[in-house]
């Protein structure tokens, strides 16, 4: 009796880690008003720690608080809600080096 194999393909997903060079331009535009242009960056890569953090912080100006809760436990971090989300987003770009 001959074996019979089955192969299944998948598709090839090539994933890019978020650089800090995109990081830091996704901070930068969100500081400059730009939320379109910095949540679409931050959505390149749903699992880097911090593009969850500054995507938690664009939830928290957009107002969606649920929203931005999710992605301060995506990014493992309590949210500082008393901090502003400008002055938060100065903070992570401070780190960003």
């Known amino acids: 009796m001959l074996a019979r194999l089955t ?3 998948a598709p090839l997903t090539l994933h890019i880690k978020m650089n800090v060079q995109n990081l830091r331009e996704a901070v930068t535009l969100a500081l400059a008003g ?3 242009r910095a949540h679409k960056i931050v959505q390149e890569d749903e ?3 911090t593009a969850c953090w ?4 664009l939830h928290r100006i957009e107002g969606d608080l649920g929203n931005a809760q999710y992605w301060y436990r995506r990014a493992h971090r309590a949210p500082p809600m008393a901090l502003p989300p400008d002055a ?3 903070e992570i770009l401070s780190g960003l080096r």
Do not use: G, R, T
């Open 34 to 36: 730009e939320w379109d």
């Open 88 to 90: 938060e987003l100065k």
């Open 7 to 9: 192969f299944i393909l």
């Open 47 to 49: 699992d880097d720690p």
């Open 54 to 57: 500054i995507h938690a912080a």
